[in-house]
């Protein structure tokens, strides 16, 4: 009997993950392909799909099953699969269950129109544009954190949806000790004084920048048959099904963010990827959190895409393709230039360092905007004013301000100090790494990433969603959140900027 | 109470019409974009899509509606939107009722698997790889026709499918018309010996034939809000929303089949386009039936696309665009290559005339099929067979013979039949179109085609589905299916090749 219960909720949640899968490609075919003109009727689907699988997710069998399923979960080993998606279920059940489907429809049209209503405005530097839909994102997402018992603070609820579990406090003694460290960081490298990185700003042609940059994540494991890569303003990564793994990146024409940027991606899509594929069409078959997430992200964009290490191995092949931008440029010099900090506007865009007070701008802002202390129209002016105070950069205009985003418009709020703390755990793990498969430069100066990648899966990918993103830092890393190791490692890093 | 249960009704088909469209996008994405890895998934995820369309649609709940609207039904001009719907509905609950929406998954699952499938099996001209996919499709087109009271044919119940209330004894009665005119025309026009269509083999940039088809179906009137054209080994059109037409077409390096795939594509597409938004969201939102459907993707490739009037307005910029392999190839040798009849290979780069030989082939290896009469390992024989018998031409290998086409391997049996239909509606609704527009040639020779596409529009686009395919045509063209008029369209236009 427990068995065939057990049965019965796999075949439930598979039904509720295909129907996710569905609006996950939705989703992606809008930014991606989508002619504009689909946009209503885009909408409409996904509001439907997104009702469907929150109405069959929070069908009542599902509780009566996880109840009946009480006695498994005890007596199974807290690692097995069968208790851990006992364990998960419930407590997304438990969320769940408070949020009318009706609701969950709402958001997610809001959220598909927001989206489609983004491209234009920025693209046309005209907040009035958006202020509607950043209007109805909020009013949804008071009634969303309406639907939950009171938190300690309003922002937990939305935090949650990306970084469960975590608070809105946790985040901030984080954030408060970044703070202290990296605001006398920023200016011991400014009183350093400018390095040259002008040759990072040219004719780069994208299609070349396309070409490489598959040539850097093939090697780190990209592969045909299980993933894309396209084109769109702003680079994410989804995966509309287990072995379907879909990057994009932005190709511009005068630089060469591309590849750092389809790094980056890559990172989100590799730990998805290595996900076990045991746990397919269940909720475990996912990154456990938004910050773990990032933290991979992170790890390929930064702790190997910016090693002098990689630069060993790929720059001789950057300089072929950009012979006319680069061939006189060393590499120790553009090792520099790609790792410059400086105070800048766009926070893709941001080095390491800085890009961590663009967050806490954003993670500010929002609890603001939340908690009725700011309102959507004065919404720019905070920007600019907050932009100043921390970064001292003047904003010329919102596409280069607010509007640089795209995750407010989709109602994602709560989401973006999941990146800070992506950053930080990001070398936490880095560490264990090291100290379990010795120094990886000679390896990454031959352009092998193997065993790195391979470390990554046991230890962490091939996790999934089965523990608490808690737990799986404490798993791979042996402590919980700690900020010290990321300051360590940045001021080592940049100790040659400074001196 | 009526009217709310008008709107309830619409509330629902809507929701079935969602999940119909997020459907039509999870396949779109999966014969244009997915990675190969995605394929398990995407099947998953259909077969659940699908079933829970088909599981709305079927609720007793829409039976009651249904039943609840026989006044309004009644009451309400047989023209008007509440009619349409009610009838139009009825009609499709009743069939649709009667299929477990268990085996409406499955057969979308194998659906999924088989073209997945088809792709390799027909690039290794291997049909041992394809085999067990077939025979998984025929044994669920049984279970299929077995949840249908006895017709008169078992075909009869495939049919239905793609051609609304139209019997195996009726196409069968058309083709044989077909038959016995094309036949002695076919024979005529060889007797007459070769044309020379060297030219239209060769090295011609697939780039630049996309941009070339691009050219001439902007001039129809493809726009970048509402349309995308991707390339696809085997062309095609689908919508995955109201405003949102998607083409495919293969650019062959090495001839322009190209630009009639496109221009064809065009043609399905421009039909779903021109429907009257405001039937959006419901079943009626649609083109009424494949033959009708067909019969504009031929009028826009064959009527308008090899006519002499439109190769006055096009050649000269094909030969800017191909000067190297058609500067010196004059307009009429031109026009004359692209209508060369000609038994060939390939049913879709099939002449006009040896086209129809092509469908009646299939149609007749289908009821075999169906009625037991030919086994699965069978029909690579069996096609190569009747190729020789119906055209004279012998198949080299599976690629170019039963491996050709995908229809089967999604389990498409019944569809053929409507191609030729098409080509038999096309002239008729052709005919009438003259008579109300006078002779179009002047406008093609200018690039104007906006006459003829609102012509068409008005009078067949934009009532979707409204009616009854034999409605439609008879709204439009004052008479019943007839094969007079394509008949003696093609007797006249190939008179020269005969004299």
């Known amino acids: 009997m427990t068995g065939s219960s057990f049965e019965r909720l796999r075949e439930r949640l598979a039904e509720v993950n295909d129907l996710t899968k569905a609006a996950t490609l939705l989703l992606w075919d809008q930014?991606?392909?989508?002619?504009?003109?689909?946009?209503?009727?885009r909408a409409e689907a996904l509001a439907t799909v997104s009702r469907l699988a929150q109405e069959r997710f929070i069908d009542d069998e599902v509780g009566r099953l996880l109840e009946e399923l009480r006695g498994l979960e005890e007596s199974s080993d807290y690692d097995s699969f069968e208790a851990s998606l006992v364990r998960t279920t419930?407590?997304?059940?438990?969320?769940?269950?408070?949020v009318p489907p009706e609701l969950v429809g709402e958001m997610r049209r809001a959220s598909a129109l927001g989206l489609s209503a983004w491209g234009p405005a920025k693209e046309e530097a005209d907040f009035e544009q958006l202020r509607p839909h950043l209007e109805t994102q909020l009013e949804l997402r008071h009634r969303y954190v309406a639907c939950f018992p009171p938190a300690d603070e309003t922002y937990d609820v939305l935090l949650d949806d990306y970084e469960p579990l975590m608070k809105t406090a946790d985040v901030r003694a984080v954030f408060d000790e970044l703070?202290?460290?990296?605001?006398?960081?920023?200016?011991?490298?400014?009183?350093?004084?400018?390095?040259?990185?002008?040759?990072?700003?040219?004719?780069?042609?994208?299609?070349?920048?396309?070409?490489?940059?598959?040539?850097?994540?093939?090697?780190?494991?990209?592969?045909?048959?299980e993933w894309r890569l396209d084109e769109t303003a702003?680079?994410?990564?989804?995966?509309?099904?287990?072995?379907?793994?879909?990057?994009?990146?932005?190709f511009r024409p005068n630089d060469?963010?591309?590849?750092?940027?389809?790094m980056h991606e890559f990172g989100h899509g590799v730990y998805e990827w290595g996900v076990d594929r045991s746990l397919a069409r269940t909720p475990l078959h996912s990154g456990v959190s938004l910050a773990v997430h990032e933290s991979q992200s992170r790890t390929w964009e930064n702790l190997v895409g910016r090693s002098r290490a990689f630069w060993r191995w790929f720059y001789p092949r950057l300089q072929q393709g950009f012979d006319a931008q680069l061939g006189s440029v060393d590499e120790e010099a553009f090792y520099r230039a790609v790792n410059k900090v400086q105070p800048s506007l766009i926070r893709i865009d941001a080095d390491e360092v800085?890009?961590?007070?663009?967050?806490?701008?954003r993670f500010e802002l929002e609890?603001?905007?939340?908690?009725?202390?700011?309102?959507?129209?004065?919404?720019?002016?905070?920007?600019?004013?907050?932009?100043?105070?921390?970064?001292?950069?003047?904003?010329?205009?919102?596409?280069r301000g607010v509007l640089q985003d795209m995750h407010w418009s989709g109602g994602a709020l709560g989401y973006f100090p999941t990146y800070a703390l992506g950053n930080v755990i990001s070398v936490q793990i880095w560490e264990r790494a090291l100290q379990d498969l010795g120094d990886l430069d000679d390896r990454f100066e031959r352009g092998?990433?193997?065993?790195?990648?391979?470390?990554?899966?046991?230890?962490l990918y091939s996790l999934g969603a089965k523990f608490t993103p808690q737990e799986t830092i404490e798993r791979v890393t042996g402590s919980r959140i700690d900020a010290k190791p990321y300051v360590r490692y940045l001021r080592e890093k940049l100790a040659p900027q400074i001196a």
Request: aromatic share 8%; no cysteine.
């Open 448 to 459: 092998e990433f193997g065993d790195l990648r391979e470390w990554l899966r046991e230890h």
């Open 179 to 225: 703070k202290q460290e990296l605001v006398p960081l920023i200016e011991e490298i400014s009183a350093a004084g400018e390095s040259d990185d002008g040759f990072l700003t040219g004719d780069f042609d994208p299609a070349t920048q396309r070409e490489l940059g598959l040539e850097i994540v093939r090697a780190f494991g990209y592969s045909d048959s």
């Open 31 to 41: 930014r991606v392909k989508m002619p504009p003109g689909g946009a209503e009727a």
């Open 367 to 399: 609890q603001d905007l939340i908690d009725n202390r700011l309102a959507v129209p004065d919404l720019p002016e905070a920007w600019n004013a907050r932009m100043d105070q921390y970064l001292g950069v003047d904003v010329p205009d919102d596409a």
């Open 354 to 361: 800085t890009y961590n007070m663009h967050i806490i701008l």
């Open 90 to 98: 419930r407590r997304e059940y438990e969320k769940a269950q408070r």
């Open 256 to 262: 060469l963010s591309s590849l750092f940027a389809t």
């Open 234 to 250: 702003h680079p994410f990564m989804t995966t509309p099904g287990a072995g379907d793994i879909r990057l994009t990146s932005n």
